[in-house]
Nanobody, 123 residues
Framework: QVQLVESGGDSVQAGGSLRLSCADF???????MGWFRQAPGKEREGVVS????????HYADSVNGRFTVSLDNVKKTLYLQMNNLKPEDTATYYC?????????????????WGQGTQVTVSS
C-alpha cells in the first residue's frame, strides 16, 4: 500500500520560490515517481518524473531550468524545488508513484496519487 502526502504549497509572488515535499508513509519502493499539476479548467499535466533507482529525470519544457526534483530514499520523500515561479505555475500539485512503465510524464502510467497541495503565484 502506498500513501503519498504532499506539503509545502503556498501563495507567493512571481519570481519567488517554493519547495514541495511528498512523503511516502508506507515506504513503498516504487519504480518511478513524479510531480503533476492541474490548474482550474485545465487537464492534469506532468511536471517531472524521476527513476527511484538511478535518479534519471524528465522535465516538462515549461519548468526545465526552474524546477528541480530530488528523492531522499532514506526518508522516502520526494521533493520539488521551484524557483523563479510564474503566474502560469499556479495549480494544484500532485505527487504520484508508478510500479512500472516508462517513467514518462503520462499520468496514466502512475498507480498511486497524493491528495495535492495548492501553489498560487501572483504577478
Amino acid at each position: 500500500q502506498v500513501q503519498l502526502v504532499e506539503s509545502g504549497g503556498d501563495s507567493v509572488q512571481a519570481g519567488g520560490s517554493l519547495r514541495l515535499s511528498c512523503a511516502d508513509f508506507f515506504h513503498h519502493v516504487s519504480y518511478c515517481m513524479g510531480w503533476f499539476r492541474q490548474a482550474p479548467g485545465k487537464e492534469r499535466e506532468g511536471v517531472v518524473s524521476i527513476y527511484t533507482g538511478g535518479g534519471r529525470t524528465h522535465y516538462a519544457d515549461s519548468v526545465n531550468g526552474r524546477f528541480t526534483v530530488s528523492l531522499d530514499n532514506v526518508k522516502k520523500t520526494l521533493y520539488l524545488q521551484m524557483n523563479n515561479l510564474k503566474p502560469e505555475d499556479t495549480a494544484t500539485y500532485y505527487c504520484a508513484a508508478a510500479k512500472f512503465g516508462g517513467c514518462t510524464l503520462r499520468s496514466d502510467e502512475y498507480n498511486y496519487w497524493g491528495q495535492g497541495t495548492q501553489v498560487t503565484v501572483s504577478s
